[in-house]
T-cell receptor, first 117, second 113 residues
């Protein structure tokens, strides 16, 4: 996806270990988001950021933390991975706070498939 | 709890037909509405956005919004096998001053030759 990359693309980790997923953008967009996608649940917001060091919780934030020290990077950390956190994780960016007349929508990264065993 | 409902499908249509995908939402304060297409194993891709009641056309795609009835739909004319994908509806409403969209679970579309 142009301007937004996620790493790693795939990861298998053991229960109880910490895991950090990275989202990097070159679009200089202010807003960044982390979602997880699971069968039967669709896309659910974990955390989002509206600027450097400005973050807030989403619908399913328990067990996750985020950091944004630079405009271009938004990190998602699973402090102690559990099997319920096995999922596909998507990062998304947007130019503006969606809904304020914005026509931009989201641009999504390619996703990270995380398996916790 | 803001809800966005979509029929999970699959919706199966023959090549060349019109595919009609529907989405209803619960929050009357919703302001912006989006349709994303997601191919299997890929990330969602924005294909349409709409803000005002009525129709918005872009190529073979038409988004329709009816705020009074709280539904938004996507029509795909002259459907092609390459349109086979899951279509996600996303709806924005102000929540505590922030505008965070709620996604539906998606409708799977299959276009058969």
């Amino acid at each position: 996806d142009a301007g937004i990359t996620q790493s790693p693309r795939h990861k298998v980790t053991e229960t109880g270990t910490p895991v950090t997923l990275r989202c990097h953008q070159t679009e200089n967009h202010r807003y960044m988001y982390w979602y997880r996608q699971d069968p039967g649940h669709g896309l659910r917001l974990i955390h989002y950021s509206y600027g450097v060091k400005d973050t807030d919780k989403g619908e399913v934030s328990d067990g996750y933390s985020v950091s944004r020290s630079k405009t271009e990077d938004f990190l998602l950390t699973l402090e102690s991975a559990t099997s319920s956190q096995t999922s596909v994780y998507f990062c998304a960016i947007s130019e503006s706070p969606l809904g304020q007349g914005a026509s931009y929508g989201y641009t999504f990264g390619s996703g990270t498939r995380l398996t916790v065993v | 709890q803001k809800e966005v409902e979509q029929n999970s499908g699959p919706l199966s249509v023959p090549e060349g037909a019109i595919a009609s995908l529907n989405c209803t939402y619960s929050d009357r304060g919703s302001q912006s509405f989006f349709w994303y297409r997601q191919y299997s194993g890929k990330s969602p891709e924005l294909i349409m956005s709409i803000y005002s009641n009525g129709d918005k056309e872009d190529g073979r795609f038409t988004a329709q919004l009816n705020k009074a009835s709280q539904y938004v739909s996507l029509l795909i004319r002259d459907s092609q096998p390459s349109d086979s994908a899951t279509y996600l509806c996303a709806v924005n409403a102000a929540s505590g001053g922030s505008y965070i969209p709620t996604f539906g679970r998606g409708t799977s579309l299959i276009v058969h030759p």
